[in-house]
């Protein structure tokens, strides 16, 4: 192989689906691992043995790196030996014996449904692009999308009399979403006026639901923006598309939605990545308790 770093993402794009965002941080932590070992006269990606694994490993300890960056390093490492022993370019994994932290379980970031009610109150719809940013807030928060996939969203998706999104997720998945109530009623008011505005006829979405004031598709550094902006109205710093995806499931959970189903609506491939709900379920039941309980 010329690269086999090279010729792993690509692999990684290609064979496995993986987002361009997972490929580049997989990139930069190859690199990152592959620069050690040029520095250190370690040798090559493909010449490496345990003991210069080990060495790295102590590096990033001694860089002081969050564990969760620790983790993904030496997982991305561990992947691309497993594809260099399957392609046949070495005869054993260096890896195998690498073990890979745990990462402590960190419960997500949600909104109350109070904070959600005033974050959709507070919004003002009289201009296309503040009646876009309303019904984005509701698409996102009403049926749990991730940031990408409402920036990727096409008019081809929508089935709203049917009352359902088609949903492209993580490695290229698609999903049902259902869509009703204010987030339904929010994104047909946008599209029946202020999207067609936007777009001022000059067909540069490529059929994409969320326009910028440019006509083109939104991208998700300007729906963070946004989502931003809208949580200042609440005094929410810092609020991410994400915690309303998560507060999506969280409420969900609360009203007594199945976890399977929540599961199907978020496009989690393992049951194991929805359970964190319920722990977040778990907090709120003990809070409810410590605020109406006499004695607790």
Do not use: W
């Amino acid at each position: 192989m010329v690269d086999p770093i090279s010729e792993y993402l690509t692999c990684l794009r290609i064979e496995r689906g993986r987002s361009p965002r997972t490929i580049e941080a997989y990139g930069r932590d190859l690199a990152d691992y592959a620069s050690f070992l040029g520095r250190n006269r370690l040798g090559s990606v493909v010449d490496a043995d345990r003991a210069a694994l080990a060495a790295y490993e102590a590096d990033l300890s001694e860089r002081g790196f969050a564990p969760t960056l620790v983790k993904r390093r030496l997982s991305a490492i561990k992947g691309l030996y497993r594809y260099l022993v399957r392609e046949e370019v070495i005869a054993t994994s260096p890896a195998d014996l690498i073990a890979v932290p745990k990462t402590p379980d960190r419960l997500p970031d949600v909104l109350s449904i109070a904070q959600v009610s005033a974050l959709m109150e507070r919004t003002d719809d009289s201009t296309p692009a503040s009646l876009r940013d309303h019904a984005l807030l509701e698409v996102l928060y009403g049926c749990g999308l991730r940031a990408s996939e409402a920036c990727g969203l096409n008019l081809a998706d929508l089935a709203l009399d049917e009352g359902y999104l088609r949903i492209r997720g993580k490695g290229d998945k698609e999903r049902v979403a259902p869509i009703s109530g204010a987030a339904l009623r929010t994104l047909s008011m946008y599209l029946d006026d202020a999207r067609r505005i936007l777009d001022g006829g000059r067909g540069k979405s490529s059929g994409a639901v969320f326009l910028n004031v440019r006509g083109g598709r939104i991208t998700r550094q300007s729906l963070h923006k946004i989502v931003a902006r809208a949580g200042l109205s609440i005094g929410v710093t810092n609020l991410h598309p994400h915690t309303l995806r998560h507060s999506f499931a969280t409420h969900l959970l609360e009203g007594g939605a199945d976890l399977r189903a929540i599961q199907e609506m978020l496009g989690h491939s393992d049951i194991s990545t929805t359970q964190i709900y319920t722990h977040v379920d778990r907090s709120h039941i003990r809070e409810e308790y410590l605020a109406a309980h006499p004695r607790a």
